[in-house]
């Protein structure tokens, strides 16, 4: 009777999920953290300067935005304005 008690008791609680639960999101396969808003500005950076080479993207202080470059010589038609599940970047 009391092990019947504390599992309802238990299946009852919501369950709270952690940060690290979550689903991160990512921009051409890379990972996004805090947002892909790095990533579209160094894919849009990318296409504003017609950089087609990988080695052409600048590997300065942010990775994202190098990443996002290197997506863009990856997928040109891809766009900036989403992430990968299609949800919008605040830019």
């Not at 017609?50 to 997506?71: K, T």
């Not at 304005?81 to 830019?91: F, R």
Request: charged letters at 25%; proline letters at 3%; hydrophobic letters at 35%.
């Amino acid at each position: 009777m009391r092990t019947a008690l504390i599992a309802a008791i238990l299946f009852s609680m919501p369950i709270a999920l952690s940060a690290g639960d979550a689903k991160a999101a990512t921009f051409g396969g890379y990972e996004c953290t805090g947002g892909c808003a790095g990533h579209a500005a160094g894919y849009d950076w990318a296409q504003e300067h017609d950089i087609d080479e990988a080695e052409m993207c600048p590997e300065g202080n942010s990775q994202s935005f190098h990443e996002g470059c290197l997506v863009y010589t990856e997928d040109p038609s891809r766009g900036s304005d989403e992430d990968d599940d299609g949800q919008a970047i605040d830019k």
